[in-house]
C-alpha cells in the first residue's frame, strides 16, 4: 500500500513537473486529487486494509495529497507569474503618444465685459475698489437718502439677515464707504454682485452684478458727467454711437438722468433687436445728492461729485446678444466658448 502510495505520488509530482501549461495542471489535478482520481481510490480501497493500519495509511493518503497540492501550488503560482511578466513585457507605454489635454476653462461673458469696463475707466484715471456684499441698512438705503420707510425700498425688496443686515441691493453702498474714508478726491468704479428678491426670468435673477461709479471733487458738474459716460459709450459700443440723458428720479442723486445710447445694431433706425425704438436704455447716473455727501462728511458747498451704476449683465447681454440672462448662470460650457 505505501509503495502504491509512493509511486501515485512520485508520478503526479512528476506530471506536474513536466507540464507546460496552466490548463494541463487541472486535468493533473483531477486525475489525482479528483472524486474518481488516483489518491481517491486509494481511500476508497481503504476496507481491505487492515482495521489497525488505517489511520497509518490514512496519515499517508494525507501526506501524498499534501505533497501534490503544494506541488500544484508552486507551479501555478510560477506560471501566473511568467504570464505577468510576458504581459508587463507586452504592454510598454509608448510615453511619446500625446496625452489627453486637459479641458481648459474660459473667461465668462460677464467676466470678459467686465474687464472691458474697467480697461475704459482706469484709462480715464479711475481706481477698481470692492465692498461688502453683506451690508448694513445703513449703508444700502440710508445714507443714500432713502431712508426707512421710504417707498424706494420697496423697488429693491432684497434679503435679510436680521433687521439691520441685508445682502445688498445695489454696489452704490460702496460710495458710501469711499466717502467715509474721507480722501478726496474720489474717481473710482466699484463692480460687484448684489441681490434682489427677484423671480428668475429672461431679464431678472435674485443675484447679478453692477459696476458702480463715483467722481468727487471740486467743482464737478453735470457737464463732466455727460462727457465722461458719452465716452464710456462710444467706447463701449463704437465710435459712432451717440447717447441721449432721459431726466429720471433717484434717491441718491439729483439731478438723475437715464442714458440711452443708438442701438449698434442698426444705429439708430430702429430693428427687432432694440424693439424698433433705435435706442437702448445702459445706465442710471446723476449729481450726487448734497444730502448724500454731507451724511458722509463731505461739505457740499465745497465738494460736488456725480455717481452712475450699470448693470453688468446688461452690457454682457448686449455687446455678446445674448436674449436670455438665464445662459449666464447655467455655465454650459457650450455656450461659455462661444465669446
Ligand atoms: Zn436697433
Known sequence: MKEKLKSIMDEALQQISGSEELEKLNEIRVAFLGKKGELTSVLKSMKEVAPEDRPKVGQLVNEAREAIESKLEEKITAFEKKKREEQIKSETIDVTLPAKKPMMGHRHPNTIALEEVERIFIGMGYEVVEGPEVEYDYYNFEALNIPANHPAKDEQDTFYINSNILLRSQTSSVQVHEMEKGKLPIRMIAPGRVYRSDEVDATHSPSFHQIEGLVID??????????????????????????????????????????????????????????????????????????????????????????????????????????????????????????
Open 218 to 339: 471740486k467743482n464737478i458738474t453735470f457737464a463732466d458727467l455727460k462727457g465722461t459716460l458719452e465716452e464710456f459709450c462710444r467706447e463701449l459700443f463704437g465710435k459712432d454711437t451717440k447717447v441721449k440723458f432721459r431726466p429720471h428720479h433717484f434717491q441718491f442723486t439729483e439731478p438723475s438722468a437715464e442714458v440711452d445710447v443708438t442701438c449698434f445694431k442698426c444705429g439708430g433706425e430702429g430693428c427687432r433687436f432694440c424693439k424698433g425704438e433705435g435706442w437702448i436704455e445702459i445706465l442710471g447716473c446723476g449729481m450726487v445728492h448734497p444730502r448724500v455727501l454731507e451724511m458722509s462728511g463731505i461739505d457740499p458747498n465745497e465738494y460736488s461729485g456725480f455717481a452712475f451704476g450699470v448693470g453688468l449683465e446688461r452690457i454682457a447681454l448686449l455687446k455678446y446678444e445674448i436674449d436670455d440672462m438665464r445662459l449666464l448662470y447655467e455655465n454650459d460650457t457650450r455656450f461659455l466658448k462661444q465669446f
